[in-house]
């Protein structure tokens, strides 16, 4: 989709709504690279709503299906990387 969008189609900007969904989608997979995949993409966001693309900012759905993912993914440090999501979230909305 933002290949789409960066060769000019205006009909095919991500937004938040649909970054979230594909982040709650990897959230519900099970697999064991959601939380990396999910993390990903909320980093993707993030530099584009640094860059001044304010449809795409992340709300606090975004980050609580990333952490999510990281819980579902069962991987050792996925304890560690939700908390990280969290202090993250926290500090975008103090």
Same mark, same amino acid.
């Given at each position: 989709?933002?290949?789409?969008?960066?060769?000019?189609?205006?009909?095919?900007?991500? $937004?938040? !709504? &649909? @970054?979230?969904? *594909? %982040? =709650? #989608?990897? +959230?519900? /997979?099970?697999?064991?690279?959601?939380?990396?995949?999910?993390?990903?993409?909320?980093?993707?966001?993030?530099?584009?709503?640094?860059?001044?693309?304010?449809?795409?900012?992340? $709300?606090? !759905? &975004? @980050?609580?299906? *990333? %952490? =999510? #993912?990281? +819980?579902? /993914?069962?991987?050792?440090?996925?304890?560690?990387?939700?908390?990280?999501?969290?202090?993250?979230?926290?500090?975008?909305?103090?």
């Amino acid at each position: 989709m933002i290949e789409f969008s960066r060769q000019g189609n205006e009909d095919m900007h991500p $937004n938040t !709504i &649909t @970054y979230a969904s *594909v %982040i =709650d #989608a990897w +959230a519900k /997979s099970g697999d064991t690279l959601a939380g990396k995949k999910a993390e990903s993409l909320l980093l993707e966001m993030l530099e584009q709503y640094d860059m001044g693309n304010n449809n795409v900012k992340p $709300n606090t !759905i &975004t @980050y609580n299906s *990333v %952490i =999510d #993912a990281w +819980a579902n /993914s069962k991987v050792p440090n996925a304890g560690i990387r939700a908390e990280a999501i969290l202090q993250r979230m926290e500090e975008q909305y103090k």
